[in-house]
């Protein structure tokens, strides 16, 4: 077992440290989860499940291995938030969406720059970094109900971006709406960013998203 060479004070505060972390860490997440489902109230979804992102979840049957990475215990660094789906009965098509919280985007600002999942000096610094939510909606043909669903690929790709991002696909669409955890302030400040999610669905993908008042 590799360590540092710390004394036993250095410990002390060090630890004192990691204390703090992991209890700002459940106010955190505490918000994130408030967050979600208001959002997904608000969208008028029906469904709150989830999946661990990054890394993966530990074991159901609680067997853990010497080699797991550190970040499989963290499942507040990357979640999908799954809200379920919707139809418009007009044009028969069929939506489903989820909500993607990344903590930190400091991986993927470097990823082409050869950074690595379990090597954290390799992700851009904190204070260059971001935490966004991702909103991700796919749409299909009710008749199919075949989505294109992808959301390890839309993570990829649009975790350091900003904004709405519209990717055709035949009869098929996927919406993706970046925006950063800091426009969250509060509750009139998320309403906004949650009609202009609705907007550009509506506009973009043929949904009939409403805003539930």
């Not at 797991?68 to 979640?79: E, G, P």
């Not at 069929?94 to 379990?118: L, M, N, P, R, Y």
């Amino acid at each position: 077992m590799e360590t540092n060479q710390l004394t036993e004070e250095q410990l002390k505060v060090a630890f004192c440290e990691v204390r703090k972390a992991h209890r700002l860490i459940y106010e955190y997440q505490r918000r994130m989860q408030d967050l979600t489902w208001f959002i997904k109230n608000k969208l008028g979804f029906d469904q709150y499940t989830g999946w661990k992102k990054f890394s993966y979840p530990l074991n159901s049957r609680h067997t853990i291995r010497v080699d797991n990475w550190s970040w499989d215990w963290i499942y507040t660094y990357m979640y999908e938030y799954h809200l379920g789906e919707q139809s418009n009965k007009k044009n028969e098509n069929s939506w489903k969406c989820s909500v993607i919280q990344i903590s930190d985007t400091g991986f993927f600002k470097k990823q082409k720059d050869g950074a690595e999942h379990t090597q954290v000096n390799t992700f851009a610094p904190a204070d260059e970094s971001e935490s966004k939510l991702i909103f991700y909606l796919s749409v299909s043909p009710k008749k199919t109900k075949n989505h294109i669903w992808n959301p390890d690929g839309i993570i990829e790709k649009y975790a350091d971006k900003e904004g709405g991002y519209t990717i055709k696909n035949d009869t098929k669409t996927q919406i993706v709406f970046s925006v950063s955890m800091t426009k969250f302030v509060n509750e009139e400040a998320t309403m906004q960013i949650l009609r202009d999610f609705v907007k550009y669905c509506n506009d973009n993908a043929g949904t009939d998203l409403k805003i539930q008042e």
